[in-house]
């Protein structure tokens, strides 16, 4: 089976590498931009009604290759399924941002940790009654002493 996945935009940030990029994209204040391809322009009708996004996108500079990963917080190694790790047999970033502002093709964005050049798959709206789960939890993340936010 053979799946094709298009980029509809790119994002263009302050960070021009991984080691720029916060940690978690949510802590952090920095306005980005999604630069939509003027082919899907047009699927951005009422996006602007939108205060928040999901962005999907391809990091295109992680590994593939890899199934467990160390995360920060507790040094132990976990499969990779059960982390946020950008290394990753498909490597798609996910991130729910604030929409700050709409000018034409382009999506002024808050709470984005990518780097320039990040080809977007895709964005959807994000609905607070569909995608929150308050109980919610990730078990072994829960035995991390303090999470810095």
């Known amino acids: 089976m053979h799946f094709v ?3 509809i ?14 940690y978690q994209g949510r802590f952090s204040n920095d306005v980005c931009k999604i630069e939509i391809f003027k082919e899907f322009e047009e699927g951005l009708k009422d996006v602007e009604t939108c205060s928040h996004i999901i962005v999907l996108y391809w990091l295109d500079k992680a590994k593939r290759d890899v199934l467990r990963a160390r995360p920060p917080h507790n040094g132990m190694i976990h ?3 059960a982390t946020r790790s950008p290394h990753r047999p498909n490597p798609i970033g996910f991130a729910v941002v604030e929409l700050v502002e709409r000018m034409g093709r382009i999506l002024k964005i808050r709470g984005l940790d990518a780097i320039d050049g990040t080809p977007v798959i895709d964005i959807k709206p994000y ?9 919610a939890r990730v078990g072994w993340f829960e035995k991390v002493k303090r999470f810095k936010t």
């Open 5 to 7: 996945v298009k980029p």
């Open 79 to 81: 499969g990779v399924f």
């Open 9 to 22: 935009g790119v994002i263009r940030s302050p960070y021009k590498d991984v080691s720029e990029a916060p």
């Open 127 to 135: 609905f607070p009654q569909i995608d929150c789960i308050p109980n």
